[in-house]
């Protein structure tokens, strides 16, 4: 009974998290290549 409650929670956190880390990610990654961008800029 335990492990029937188990899978159906381990399942729903981990493609939630998965998610929220690769949107986390994407954010970081633009916003750094933003900033770059930015900074090329300013020395041109």
Known sequence: M????NTPN???KGP???HYWAI???SL???SRQRWSDR???LI
């Open 16 to 18: 939630i998290r998965l």
């Open 10 to 12: 381990s399942l729903w």
């Open 29 to 31: 990654w633009t916003m």
């Open 24 to 26: 986390k990610a994407i």
């Open 40 to 42: 090329q800029h300013y």
């Open 2 to 5: 335990n492990s029937y409650t």
